[in-house]
Nanobody, 128 residues
Framework: QVHLESGGGTVQTGGSLKLSCTLSGSIYDNMCVSWFRQVPGQEREGVAALYTGGYGTYYAHSVKGRFTISQDKDKNIVFLQMDTVRPEDTGMYFC??????????????????????WGQGTQVTVSS
């Protein structure tokens, strides 16, 4: 694992949580950083992504309007602000980086296949 996630925990439905991803390893002025969610038995699914050069942010359809991805570029930290959370937001959240975002991020649905550097994940549990 290269990156370091933090901020996970248990939150009630409708509440908020803020995750942090401290980037390390190969860091470029403009690269794609994405948050992924994984539940047991399923593949990791993209939740939110951004270009660190400020060229765009992308969201999965299921979180658009509720989650916000942002960064502190000076500190190499990418955040995921999770608001109005739902039980289906429960899962292990990972951050990952790649030179480019997958072509289907604009469609709101992407996998982690092309991402090279990952963190160890942080667990988020939304209680009903």
């Amino acid at each position: 694992q290269v990156h370091l996630e933090s901020g996970g925990g248990t939150v009630q439905t409708g509440g908020s949580l803020k995750l942090s991803c401290t980037l390390s390893g190969s860091i470029y002025d403009n690269m794609c950083v994405s948050w992924f969610r994984q539940v047991p038995g399923q593949e990791r699914e993209g939740v939110a992504a951004l270009y660190t050069g400020g060229y765009g942010t992308y969201y999965a359809h299921s979180v658009k309007g509720r989650f916000t991805i942002s960064q502190d570029k000076d500190k190499n930290i990418v955040f995921l602000q999770m608001d109005t959370v739902r039980p289906e937001d429960t899962g292990m959240y990972f951050c990952a980086s790649a030179m480019l975002c997958p072509g289907d991020v604009a469609d709101g649905r992407w996998s982690g296949r092309i991402f090279t550097d990952w963190g160890q994940g942080t667990q988020v549990t939304v209680s009903s």
